[in-house]
């Protein structure tokens, strides 16, 4: 079974400010690796998600992220926060064997402060 | 906007009661997945459909069932509700190839009184 863990339920930040919002994942089979932010009462969009290859990630709204395999993270970072980012964020696995349903952490809430 | 669309977006109704809710797919994706987020359970992961056919199943309870039809829009069912029933219910679709983005809707609130 997979399972994905994000130990900050909040990260409260002040504007301008670098962020990391972290996300590790346990798996006995290889996954990919998604992160999706959810502004308030709006859908999940995708923010980058990591298939193979290069292990820095790049995504929308100048975020990114790292893979790291032999620590089983994915963590999420921006060098520089606006307003507009304060948002819920989930990452989420899928395997990539047969199934593709999306298994999501329990969400890290990003608070910019001007 | 993602081009998955949901009706309604706001349901009210009373425990016993069954309600249906309706997802249209992005154009050309033929994969339709239902996830409930709760505060309590957070996003959960439901039940996908593959081109009309059940192709995974999740936690959902008996008493909730799904179909995709010929067109691929798919309803998702919910009888003999209950209060703890109540959440957010999305619709998310992809070309389905693995490793695909999900393209989620706009989602259905649900609250059981």
């Known amino acids: 079974a997979q399972s994905v863990t994000q130990l900050d339920s909040q990260v409260p930040v002040f504007e301008e400010a670098p962020v990391e919002l972290r996300c590790n994942y346990s798996?006995?089979?290889?996954?990919?690796l998604f992160w999706y932010v959810q502004y308030p009462n709006q859908g999940l969009q995708l923010l980058l998600k990591?298939?193979?290859?290069?292990?820095l990630v790049k995504g929308i709204n100048g975020f990114e992220a790292e893979f790291n395999k032999s620590q089983t993270s994915f963590h999420l970072r921006k060098p520089s926060v606006h307003i507009s980012d304060t948002a819920e964020y989930f990452c989420?696995?899928?395997?990539?064997?047969?199934?593709?349903?999306?298994?999501f952490g329990s969400g890290t809430r990003l608070l910019v402060r001007p | 906007d993602s081009g998955v669309t949901q009706t309604p977006k706001h349901l009210i109704t009373a425990t016993g009661q069954r309600v249906t809710l309706r997802c249209s797919p992005r154009?050309?994706?033929?994969?339709v997945y239902w996830y409930q987020q709760s505060l309590d359970q957070g996003l959960q992961f439901l039940i996908q459909?593959?081109?009309?056919?059940?192709?995974a199943k999740g936690n959902i309870l008996e008493r909730f069932s799904a179909q995709q039809f010929p067109d691929l829009h798919s309803e998702l069912n919910l009888s003999s509700l209950e209060l703890g029933d109540s959440a957010l219910y999305f619709c998310?679709?992809?070309?389905?190839?693995?490793?695909?983005?999900?393209?989620f809707g706009p989602g259905t609130r649900l609250t059981v009184l």
């Open positions: 998310a679709s992809s070309v389905s190839t693995q490793g695909d983005t999900q393209y």
């Open positions: 798996s006995s089979v290889s996954v990919y």
């Open positions: 990591y298939l193979s290859g290069s292990t």
């Open positions: 989420a696995v899928s395997r990539m064997d047969s199934s593709y349903k999306l298994i």
């Open positions: 154009s050309g994706d033929l994969s």
């Open positions: 459909y593959y081109n009309g056919e059940e192709r």
